[in-house]
């Protein structure tokens, strides 16, 4: 298996170089070009912060390493909620627009910024970006950049950084997860519900309570202890399995949930609020801000084991769809429906289906003030392919 990573490391660099200066044919999927001395790459671009017509796929200038940078070939991006939220300027300090929005991805290392150590052309990684990650190039910082396991897929490895990173924090640095404790988690079928969950399997004696909407729970029974309805009266059914309650709650949900995890927490138990998928107004702050503040060696620790974990087979990423592209208003729509198990991944490389190709410019502008609803018909015909 590490060979055959290898091998596919030097192939896609080897058609790097053969396509730096080739032309992609019209409408074309991938592939740089060269406009004069310029060159360019296809990126998503938000024009402005509003609903999903505010994004679209354009060209621009391709972007070069600076010093203590990497840049990075993208295979594929993962998209999280706190990108609709951006979509939306929900956030601390937005940034101006236009903007490229993406703040993971993975791919193989195609040039080096200067004192950059450690690395090589040809390297496949993961990443963290301050934004810009939706694009078929990045330059991101060599202290947020790393290396994946050969058995890794670059899907995986877009669906890693964000979630796993975010639960291992909140389970292992916040509140310090032990044998024997109990968690409940919202959103259990999401991408960072799943980390949770696998995370907890590692610890032993660890009893999930789960929530997740019910067309979800066939999908991911196995991997908590308990599943309940999102909508259903959770609390007596925690207690009537628990009467003293949970040591932990990850929220993500906030609003009437809030009341009811806390009325759930033990005595000295911990509750984290994250995420904030159903506000609306006010602002939250970006993982990359947090990331910034002179916390790129604890979260280089915490990739290190969650890596390690991997190669042991004890967590997995689980990607719900691959989307093109031009398919990023369609993938945002999904993940607002809730319609996700796992992780959504914008593939680079991937060709758009004729419809979503088509009806890209005509998506719906669904805003999250609208009430959630969840299973749309329509946008489950539209799926471009679902692993």
Request: proline residues 4%; contains cysteine; glycine residues 10%.
């Amino acid at each position: 298996m590490a060979k055959e990573g290898v091998e596919k490391a030097e192939e896609t660099e080897q058609m790097i170089e053969k396509e730096a200066g080739k032309e992609p044919a019209e409408g074309g999927g991938g592939g740089s070009h060269r406009l004069g001395d310029a060159q360019e790459m296809r990126a998503v671009v938000l024009a402005g912060f509003g609903g999903l017509n505010k994004l679209r796929v354009t060209r621009k200038a391709m972007p070069e390493p600076q010093d203590g940078e990497l840049k990075i070939r993208v295979k594929a991006c993962g998209l999280n909620f706190i990108d609709l939220m951006v979509r939306q300027g929900n956030i601390d300090n937005p940034p101006k627009t236009p903007l490229v929005p993406g703040f993971e991805c993975s791919g193989i290392v195609e040039a080096l910024g200067d004192s950059v150590k450690g690395y090589e052309i040809g390297d496949r990684v993961m990443a963290f970006v301050n934004y810009n990650a939706w694009a078929e190039v990045v330059c991101t910082p060599v202290e947020f950049v790393y290396k994946i396991p050969d058995d890794m897929s670059f899907s995986e490895a877009a669906a890693f950084p964000m979630n796993f990173v975010t639960a291992y924090m909140m389970l292992f640095e916040v509140a310090n997860l032990r044998e024997g404790m109990s968690v409940l988690v919202h959103s259990a079928g999401g991408g960072v519900g799943q980390a949770v969950a696998q995370l907890c399997s590692t610890i032993p004696n660890v009893t999930v309570f789960g929530t997740a909407s019910t067309f979800k729970h066939e999908a991911i029974k196995d991997s908590v202890t308990h599943l309940f309805d999102r909508n259903a009266d959770y609390v007596q059914e925690v207690k009537r399995i628990s009467a003293e309650g949970v040591d932990i709650v990850l929220d993500c949900l906030c609003g009437d949930n809030t009341g009811k995890g806390l009325s759930l927490l033990k005595p000295l138990g911990t509750y984290i609020l994250y995420g904030s998928s159903n506000m609306v107004t006010g602002e939250t702050k970006s993982f990359f801000s947090f990331a910034k503040s002179g916390r790129a060696g604890l979260i280089r620790g915490v990739v290190d084991k969650l890596l390690a974990l991997y190669t042991q087979k004890k967590i997995k990423p689980v990607v719900d769809s691959l989307w093109a592209l031009e398919e990023v208003k369609e993938a945002m729509q999904r993940i607002h429906d809730r319609g996700n198990i796992g992780k959504l991944i914008l593939d680079v490389e991937k060709t758009p289906t004729p419809l979503m190709a088509n009806d890209s410019t005509e998506t719906s502008e669904a805003g999250e003030e609208e009430e959630d609803h969840e299973g749309d018909s329509e946008n489950k015909e539209r799926m471009p392919f679902i692993q």
